[in-house]
């Protein structure tokens, strides 16, 4: 280091200013002063998103008079949310006092973290417990309109669930209708692009794209779309992320967990993950992304009744008697495993099919066509394309496995099927299809809802998330009825710690 | 009667048919001739009504045309209310596209209509509508 | 020469007698309550009571059948046409099956049964108008009049559909619902 000469100082200024610089973009998207930008709009709130949890967080922050604006980048609004059904699981509503059933924040949070397997953050779990009927009493009081019974959901000790009367789609219309009367705006086509940070890493705006045209056909529309004309907007006091999930975007689900490839899902076109992308780039912490809840259709207390079998080979897969998460995870790694795309089918013989906790659920599906009634089992294999030999040999080995009382394929625990086999006609079978709709990753935040960074483990100044778009609220997999509560204190506590700031 | 009578009873006959098909105004079939642009063909429904670009687009040149807005679209088809109103025959099984159980009457027209090219029932990206719907034009 | 004038007398008389007797036969199969006299009409009625031509309006005031779905440029034309329909109309309702009558696919075909000069005749000055609430309505009024004189004329109903019977496709699926809809459980979805 003798003699370094005046290209050498040069040389070694600028690699040392330009790490300097580097790793502080590697934390914001942008960095720009805020008198460089020319705003085209500015709004005290900036809500990204138009489901439940938007809806939840704009109408607090308008109640309060801050200008508000939901920004959605389809032209439809709703997301997810106006497709859901909308059962909304209530700890101490006035349905449970009329009909005298005994809750507490302790069981409801119990139930929670038994779906969670630990994997929830019980800070948020109580959050939810401690908020739920104020959140009930919130939407009721602006126009959600619920039934006078409560549902007992699987997974929940006691009844609590809510039903809402006409599900999601009424629900949001109701609240979107009081968002208005607040003076509340609304944007459709309008996607937002990437955070904005002043030099001091406070989120400050959004650039955004106006006139946006998402298009089904791409694979990536968050990367491949061109359209839409470049804006700026500026928030003054905070931007709040409701982007709700990821479990229609293919690439990223399939990036997270690979059997996620082969999953079929009833979500919006919007539920992409370009949302979670922009809050990682801005420094936004991910949590558990891989984790996902998947439906299926039959109760999962009646899987136990069936014969899995194989598209292909017609031979069982595994132990039926599970859970909804777990027999997904099975059916689609097996799927992966033996290159497939032909989902496995499970038959119920007429006992099996008696034995149904929700008799009502199965005969609807009967009759609606998703479980299919034979009178053979060859007439079965042929509707499935099982091979027919191969199916007969199956059901034999199971029915005689069952009369000796042991399984020693997958060591089923007989004693629970109360005569179920695959033995009395009529038969009926369903695809196993798991349907995934809700995405349990997304970014970290506090109980006040603001996203936390991935360096500091500290608020990111002026950055919000709520609903489905965080991470680590509901842990391994969501209670049924359990996001409807989750979104809606979320928005409440984001909208009031926005409004308090 | 007189012989020449019969001659002028058939004359008056003939000249009331006369008269009568001269003002029979028998309604035409009408060939449709219209000049349809191959770059953005319109829909046949549009096609009979002979809307020229600029019923729809305004005037200004073509170069400048853009999507129509929701708005524009009902200064003929009145409003999303009344659409619904017209096929509320649906609602009673809850299929009616524009006052639908998820959305109400808050789409827009684009979701399924589409002007210059195939138009897309959305309703089927996750429903089986056969016997819900017609194909949509 | 007495003959003649009580032959001519005669005449008058009979003259006098038969165009009485065709005028009130013409008035009286002009009347809605002639109209309405075959079933078949029953649900065009009932909507049209609802409708602001059926006297739902301010005034009360009513549009005869006859007034929009028979020709009122000229006499000879509004009678050739009342006397074909009506034959063709009693031969269907007497001999045919009228309750088959497809009504939706009747309803594409209404410019042959609904006539401009009937509209016209009530709504005068629709075509002269310079000011109205929606522009659109006068861009496509001057459109309709371009297309008058050539062969490719526009209808009163080509776009105004349902005028006179508004909601009758509503009322017809009463009768003979379109769809028989199967609801489909969604579970699991397609993508």
């Not at chain 1, 008198?35 to 998103?49: H, N, Q, S, T």
């Not at chain 1, 006139?211 to 004309?229: M, P, S, V």
């Not at chain 3, 001519?8 to 309550?33: F, H, N, P, Q, R």
């Not at chain 3, 009678?79 to 309750?99: C, D, M, Q, R």
Request: with cysteine.
């Amino acid at each position: 280091m003798e003699e370094l000469s005046r290209r050498g100082f040069m040389k070694w200024g600028a690699l040392a200013t330009s790490a300097i610089v580097a790793v502080p973009a590697l934390n914001a998207a942008t960095l720009q002063s805020d008198k460089e930008i020319k705003w085209d709009a500015e709004y005290d709130v900036i809500v990204v998103g138009s489901g439940l949890s938007a809806h939840v967080t704009s109408i607090v922050t308008a109640e309060a008079g801050l200008k508000t604006v939901m920004i959605e980048k389809m032209s439809r609004l709703g997301g997810n949310s106006i497709i859901s059904q909308q059962d909304f699981a209530v700890m101490g509503s006035d349905l449970q006092a009329k009909s005298g059933i005994k809750d507490s924040v302790e069981l409801y949070m119990k139930d929670f973290s038994a779906a969670g397997k630990g994997y929830n953050d019980v800070r948020h779990t109580r959050r939810i417990a401690e908020n739920s009927n104020r959140a009930y009493e919130f939407a009721r009081d602006r126009g959600v309109k619920y039934g006078d019974k409560l549902k007992h959901l699987g997974g929940h000790t006691v009844a609590r669930s809510l039903q809402t009367l006409g599900g999601g789609g009424k629900a949001v219309q109701a609240l979107h209708k009081h968002y208005l009367s607040k003076n509340g705006e609304v944007l459709k086509r309008v996607k937002a692009e990437e955070i904005i940070k002043d030099n001091a890493g406070k989120v400050i705006g959004l650039m955004v794209k106006e006139k946006y045209k998402f298009d089904n056909k791409l694979q990536a529309d968050d990367r491949e779309n061109t359209t839409g004309k470049v804006k700026y907007y500026r928030a003054k006091k905070a931007v709040v992320f409701a982007t709700g999930g990821y479990s229609r975007d293919k690439e990223f689900r399939t990036i997270q967990n690979p059997t996620l490839a082969l999953i079929k899902t009833p979500s919006n076109r919007g539920a992409t993950a370009g949302a979670l992308k922009s809050m990682i780039k801005a420094g936004a912490t991910p949590v558990q992304i891989s984790l996902t809840r998947f439906s299926f259709g039959i109760p999962t207390e009646d899987l136990k009744y069936s014969m899995m079998v194989d598209a292909n080979t017609a031979a069982r897969i595994t132990n039926e008697d599970s859970n909804r998460q777990d027999l997904s995870n099975i059916i689609l790694s097996h799927m992966l495993t033996t290159n497939t795309k032909k989902y496995p089918v499970l038959i119920f013989d007429a006992q099996g099919f008696k034995n149904s906790h929700d008799p009502h659920r199965m005969n609807k599906f009967l009759k609606k066509g998703k479980i299919k009634q034979f009178n053979t089992l060859k007439e079965l294999a042929t509707e499935y394309k099982l091979p027919v030999d191969k199916l007969l040999e199956e059901a034999d080995t199971y029915n005689k496995s069952i009369a000796a009382k042991k399984d020693d394929k997958f060591k089923k625990d007989y004693s629970k099927l109360n005569g179920a086999a695959v033995q009395k006609a009529p038969y009926y079978a369903i695809h196993a299809a798991p349907g995934l709709s809700y995405t349990q990753g997304g970014v970290q935040v506090t109980t006040k809802h603001e996203v936390l960074n991935i360096d500091s483990n500290k608020p990111i100044d002026g950055l919000y998330a709520v609903g489905e778009a965080t991470g680590g609220v509901h842990g391994f997999s969501r209670i049924t009825s359990g996001s409807i509560p989750d979104c809606m204190t979320s928005g409440i506590i984001a909208g009031e710690s926005i409004v308090k700031s | 009667m007189k012989t020449y009578n019969i001659p002028i009873l058939l004359l008056l006959l003939m000249g009331g048919v006369i008269l009568l098909v001269l003002n029979v105004n028998e309604p035409k079939t009408y060939v449709m001739d219209v000049n349809s642009n191959s770059k953005y063909p319109i829909k046949s429904y549009h096609q009979e009504l002979q809307l020229e670009c600029k019923n729809c687009h305004g005037e200004g040149s073509e170069e400048d045309y853009e999507e129509l807005e929701d708005e524009q679209c009902l200064t003929c088809h009145k409003s999303k209310e009344y659409l619904a109103q017209r096929i509320s025959f649906m609602e009673k099984d809850k299929t009616s596209p524009h006052n639908s159980y998820h959305d109400g009457t808050t789409l827009s027209c684009y979701e399924c209509h589409h002007s210059h090219e195939k138009s897309v029932n959305m309703c089927a990206d996750c429903h089986n509508v056969e016997t819900w719907m017609k194909p949509i034009k | 020469m007495k003959k003649t004038i009580i032959i001519v007398c005669i005449g008058i008389v009979i003259g006098l007698l038969v165009s009485l007797g065709t005028y009130k036969g013409v008035k009286e199969t002009a009347g809605d309550k002639f109209c309405i006299l075959c079933h078949s009409m029953e649900p065009m009625v009932e909507v049209y009571k609802e409708d602001v031509h059926g006297g739902n309006n301010a005034l009360g005031i009513k549009a005869k059948c006859v007034s929009c779905h028979l020709p009122q440029d000229t006499l000879m034309n509004y009678l050739y046409v009342k006397a074909k329909n009506g034959a063709v109309e009693v031969a269907i309702t007497a001999f045919g099956k009228p309750e088959n009558i497809n009504w939706y696919k009747k309803r594409a075909h209404r410019k042959s049964f609904v006539y401009d000069s009937g509209c016209l005749s009530c709504h005068t000055n629709i075509l002269e108008q310079t000011n109205a609430e929606n522009p659109k309505q006068l861009e496509m009024h001057k459109h309709y009049e371009s297309k008058l004189l050539t062969n490719k004329k526009l209808s009163c109903v080509s776009c105004h559909i349902s005028s006179g019977h508004e909601s009758l496709r509503n009322k017809l699926n009463e009768l003979k619902p379109e769809y028989k809809p199967v609801m489909n459980v969604i579970d699991g979805g397609g993508h």
